[in-house]
């Protein structure tokens, strides 16, 4: 490259300038400076791909001392630019190329400290019982001391390992919690807290000192936090012994759960099939028994979906209940206040769900977040035996559920009519859910895929993070023809989100918040019309989706996001399975005619997934938690009880 830069200016001297008319001169000034430019980028550069490009330039310069026609001017200006792109190609397959190995390393790093805490184990003798026990067994025993809390660390820690090895469900051990154990131990009886040696796992969104939050981009690995989560910090004032962080999908935009770094993350109850998200790890975990109380975080069902698929309980409280502060936030869309994300527990049965809310709601946590509502947790709320005014929906009119999920939410109703309740039907239809739904979507993405930039320059992008990139990005004058795209793929939910577009300017933002107002307001005033408590729906209108498949239906979302935007309580309680019925019946076009895309992709999901768990969703008046948790509770119990009788 170097030689053939001096040739073409000595050839182009002595023929070409002959024919030029005029010359282009360059001052004295101007080239010396040019040249001391190039100097000292050559003498600064340390890649060789910098130092060639200043050599090259270097020779035009000083070519051109000698005779500098307007030719030369050109071929030096095509050297600048030639060289420069040449010069940004490469750097930037250099850039991937190392932060590929850096995702590789950090990958490998989780594995490594999985396997030596396996080799740990076996010299250990773990008691294989203690997993089995509910949370009201487990808190009896170690408050009595008949087992230690490292006895029980060291069981969960076991059985963690087995879940992750169909699973790969766990990013880190959390090291630490063998000597926080141990300290419990030393601890006397009336200074154990009511989660004394509890194992709880955490998403790795959650902010836990010494470790990194990298939500699945490169860019963050090895930025380790300075100190844990206030919600963390009030679980380990309890008692609560943190020992494995789990996966997320890449930016937590996802209802799957894989990214570069961690890998895919698996159903328990089926490998060829998704656990959710974003808390995805976490319903794994506590889905294969490998946990028994864990903490995600929801945005627009992130704690719910996962709970569905995988067959547990979960709970997105009313933002500012809990409160999250302290999680690590991977991007700036994070600040957006439009529609609030928090922390919510994810449990193996309500019994535990309700053991760990209890615990977490009081001062310890008020202290720390002042802005969060102190209101402690309301027995008499939970406790009550008063009938309720219940209402319930089968569809949102968005994506149709599959059969077996229709049969899910139908029992329910008969369920809790003969506890009592009165349960009626609600009519969805004047609502555009998902219109409103959208508010979610055109929130993070008002700073136009800003905060994902630098994330994702040199990082390869998930399905569904570059789709939601490509939201946030895309110019306006493309979005009605992306949007008639979509219309004619039968997407009917992600064709109006991408004709609705993002949040351009402060007045549009200003104007999406009196609409979520207007929006908010007839919901409720509904709600107190129909004398409501509590409301049954889908969480997701399929059992748990093929990996392959899950991002591709984004949409069917709406189900858990319209409680995101509400912002009101919403749980997620098993209360039955896929039967072969039901695999038949979503199959059959007769009784299910998949319309729509995701509704196609629905229906051809539906093969294979006997045995599969399906749940409900649980929502309520903002505050009123504890009456979510206690219909979970009336539900859980009579889906028991009709197991029992099969």
């Known amino acids: 490259m170097l030689d053939w830069v001096t040739m073409t200016c000595s050839q182009h001297n002595c023929t070409w300038n002959r024919k030029l008319s005029g010359s282009f001169h360059l001052s004295e000034d101007v080239l010396q400076a040019c040249i001391r430019s190039t100097q000292v980028l050559l003498n600064i550069s340390k890649m060789s791909l910098w130092r060639e490009a200043a050599e090259i330039l270097l020779r035009v310069f000083n070519s051109l001392q000698n005779n500098y026609s307007i030719l030369h001017v050109a071929i030096a200006a095509a050297a600048i630019l ?149 919600l963390v910090k009030v679980l ?53 028994q490998g946990s028994i109380i864990g903490i995600g975080s929801d945005l627009g069902g992130s704690v719910r979906n996962p709970a569905h698929f995988c067959g547990i309980v979960s709970l997105r409280p009313t933002a500012g209940r809990l409160g999250n502060y302290g999680n690590f936030n991977a991007s700036t869309s994070n600040g957006q206040t439009l529609v609030i994300n928090t922390d919510g527990p994810m449990a193996r049965d309500v019994a535990a769900l309700v053991h760990v809310t209890r615990a977490v709601l009081g001062p310890s946590l008020w202290e720390l977040e002042p802005h969060v509502a102190p209101i402690p947790f309301n027995e008499q709320m939970f406790s ?68 994902y930039d630098k994330l994702l320059q040199y990082d390869n992008s998930s399905e569904a993070m570059l789709g939601f990139y490509a939201f946030g990005t895309m110019s306006d004058w493309m979005r009605p023809y992306v949007a008639k795209s979509l219309e004619r793929d039968d997407d009917n939910v992600q064709s109006a989100s991408f004709a609705a577009g993002g949040i351009r300017t ?104 006997q045995g599969l768990p399906i749940a409900v969703q649980v929502a309520g008046l903002p505050y009123t938690e504890e009456r979510v948790l206690r219909v979970m509770a009336e539900l859980e119990a009579a889906a028991k009880i009709k197991v029992n009788q099969i």
């Open 82 to 230: 030639t060289s420069t792109k040449a010069g940004m190609y490469v750097y930037k397959r250099q850039r991937r190329q190392q932060l590929k190995l850096k995702m590789q390393a950090r990958g490998q790093r989780s594995k490594t400290d999985i396997e030596e805490l396996r080799a740990e184990l076996k010299t250990l003798q773990i008691n294989t019982a203690i997993p089995t026990w509910s949370i009201t067994e487990l808190h009896a025993a170690v408050q009595a001391g008949e087992v230690t809390a490292t006895e029980v660390l060291r069981a969960y820690q076991a059985k963690a390992l087995e879940v992750n090895d169909r699973t790969n469900a766990i990013t880190d051990v959390i090291k630490s919690a063998v000597t926080r154990a141990a300290q419990l131990d030393q601890l006397p009886p009336e200074q154990r807290g009511p989660l004394h040696g509890i194992p709880i796992s955490l998403k790795e969104a959650c902010g836990l000192e010494g470790l990194d939050c990298t939500s699945g981009f490169g860019e963050l690995i090895d930025i380790p936090l300075k100190t844990d989560s206030n």
């Open 506 to 609: 402060i007045a549009e933002w200003f104007q999406a918040n009196l609409d979520l107002q207007e929006f908010q307001q007839k919901f409720v005033a509904d709600w107190k019309q129909h004398k409501l408590d509590i409301m049954i729906s889908p969480p997701w209108p399929s059992p748990a989706n093929k990996i392959e498949t899950i991002d591709k239906i984004v949409a069917c979302g709406t189900y858990t996001a319209v409680y995101n935007v509400l912002n009101f309580p919403a749980g997620i309680v098993p209360v039955t399975k896929v039967t072969p019925k039901d695999v038949q019946n979503a199959i059959d076009p007769k009784v299910y005619p998949a319309k729509y895309k995701q509704e196609k992709i629905l229906q051809a999901d539906a093969q294979g997934s």
């Open 236 to 288: 380990k004032s309890k008692g609560a012994v943190p020992f494995v962080r789990t996966n997320i999908p890449q930016g937590m935009r996802s209802f799957g759960c894989s990214n570069g770094i961690y890998g895919v993350t698996k159903n328990p109850h089926n490998q060829a099939r998704a656990p959710g998200g974003s808390s995805g790890g976490e319903g794994a975990i506590i889905g294969g």
């Open 384 to 451: 009550s035996t008063r009938p309720l005014h219940i209402g319930y929906y089968v569809s949102d009119n968005n994506t149709r559920p599959v059969p077996a999920v229709e049969r899910a939410v139908l029992w329910a109703v008969s369920a809790l009519r003969a506890q009592g309740h009165t349960v009626e039907k609600f009519d969805v239809k004047s609502y555009n859910l998902e219109a409103f739904c959208n508010f979610l979507f055109r929130a993070l993405a008002a700073d136009q895929g800003q905060g």
